[in-house]
């Protein structure tokens, strides 16, 4: 089923890394070591297929408007980067994604041409992500903007932006400038990792392109599988959700990956969320008066 797309988040957003802030509005990617070009452009796509997801909702451009998008809970989406270097050593990396669009269709992403996304961009290389599946049902208070069509699949421009020239390692923080809500349903499931100080980080995206056999329906197990190679006093935790939950992100997200290419958010529990949901009485019908 296609979710209900009244209207989405994407715009410009500030991503940082280790204490080093960066806006996104027009990404600069300056290496520190310059060798090749070649080599350049892999070791940037490498850092964005690896932090993807991150931007997957970005704060609002200013001529759109503000809804909501629904339907999300496994809903497959793709993205696709573009590189270009307008202002040389400087890269610019746009990203693009099928949120709110379509479900990314196996036969039009598979036709999807690369050198014909790099000759519709004016880009260096083109490259795909994806695909994608969310575990979040909705997003809120987002804002729309208008599609395109790239190499036959339609997409949104949802954001540029900006990385450390080094890719950061699974578990790291990372934060991303984003206003919108992420909301679980009741009767859903929430899976988020613990650290050792008790920061808690729920996923929010899972892909199969690492493990071919992940499924929503296993994420219960996912803490021990071997390849997220969980830090030591690191847990997995998994709950079915007895009444909606949602995550704000009031200006900021903190956001990190695991090493099969899931993305979570911190968050906290919202106060009182475990207290038991009070039952309301059904009301007595009062006795009928009889007529004499």
Same mark, same amino acid.
């Given at each position: 089923?296609?979710?209900?797309?009244?209207?989405?988040?994407?715009?410009?957003?500030?991503?940082?890394?280790?204490?080093?802030?960066?806006?996104?509005?027009?990404?600069?990617?300056?290496?520190?070591?310059?060798?090749?070009?070649?080599?350049?452009?892999?070791?940037?796509?490498?850092?964005?297929?690896?932090?993807?997801?991150?931007?997957?909702?970005?704060?609002?451009?200013?001529?759109?408007?503000?809804?909501?998008?629904?339907?999300?809970?496994?809903?497959?989406?793709?993205?696709?980067?573009?590189?270009?270097?307008?202002?040389?050593?400087?890269?610019?990396?746009?990203?693009?994604?099928?949120?709110?669009?379509?479900?990314?269709?196996?036969?039009?992403?598979?036709?999807?041409?690369?050198?014909?996304?790099?000759?519709?961009?004016?880009?260096?290389?083109?490259?795909?992500?994806?695909?994608?599946?969310?575990?979040?049902?909705?997003?809120?208070?987002?804002?729309?903007?208008?599609?395109?069509?790239?190499?036959?699949?339609?997409?949104?421009?949802?954001?540029?932006?900006?990385?450390?020239?080094?890719?950061?390692?699974?578990?790291?923080?990372?934060?991303?400038?984003?206003?919108?809500?992420?909301?679980?349903?009741?009767?859903?499931?929430?899976?988020?990792?613990?650290?050792?100080?008790?920061?808690?980080?729920?996923?929010?995206?899972?892909?199969?392109?690492?493990?071919?056999?992940?499924?929503?329906?296993?994420? @219960?197990? !996912? =803490?021990?599988?071997? *390849?997220?190679?969980?830090?030591?006093?690191?847990?997995?935790?998994?709950? $079915?959700? +007895? %009444?909606?939950?949602?995550?704000?992100?009031?200006?900021?997200?903190?956001?990190?990956? @695991?090493? !099969? =290419?899931?993305?979570? *958010?911190?968050?906290?529990?919202?106060?009182?969320?475990?207290?038991?949901? $009070?039952? +309301? %009485?059904?009301?007595?019908?009062?006795?009928?008066?009889?007529?004499?």
């Amino acid at each position: 089923m296609r979710p209900e797309l009244r209207f989405v988040v994407f715009g410009q957003a500030v991503c940082s890394y280790r204490g080093i802030s960066h806006k996104l509005t027009r990404v600069s990617y300056h290496w520190m070591t310059v060798r090749r070009e070649g080599d350049e452009v892999k070791k940037l796509i490498a850092f964005l297929i690896a932090a993807t997801a991150v931007i997957a909702l970005a704060p609002p451009a200013a001529s759109a408007k503000t809804g909501t998008l629904t339907g999300l809970y496994n809903q497959r989406y793709c993205e696709i980067f573009t590189v270009t270097r307008p202002d040389p050593p400087d890269y610019t990396v746009d990203i693009y994604n099928t949120v709110g669009l379509n479900d990314c269709p196996a036969d039009q992403w598979a036709a999807v041409d690369y050198d014909e996304v790099k000759t519709q961009t004016g880009s260096l290389t083109a490259v795909p992500n994806g695909p994608r599946r969310w575990v979040i049902d909705t997003i809120a208070g987002g804002k729309a903007d208008e599609p395109l069509t790239l190499s036959g699949l339609e997409v949104r421009h949802v954001a540029v932006l900006t990385v450390p020239s080094l890719s950061p390692e699974p578990y790291t923080e990372m934060k991303i400038a984003r206003t919108t809500t992420w909301v679980y349903n009741k009767g859903h499931k929430v899976h988020w990792l613990v650290s050792p100080e008790g920061k808690k980080y729920a996923l929010q995206a899972y892909t199969t392109n690492v493990d071919k056999t992940l499924r929503a329906k296993n994420l @219960d197990s !996912l =803490g021990t599988n071997p *390849q997220m190679a969980l830090p030591e006093g690191w847990k997995y935790r998994t709950i $079915k959700l +007895k %009444k909606q939950l949602r995550l704000p992100a009031p200006g900021v997200a903190t956001i990190m990956r @695991d090493p !099969l =290419g899931g993305t979570y *958010q911190k968050f906290k529990w919202p106060k009182k969320f475990f207290k038991p949901v $009070k039952k +309301k %009485k059904a009301k007595q019908a009062k006795p009928k008066r009889s007529r004499r």
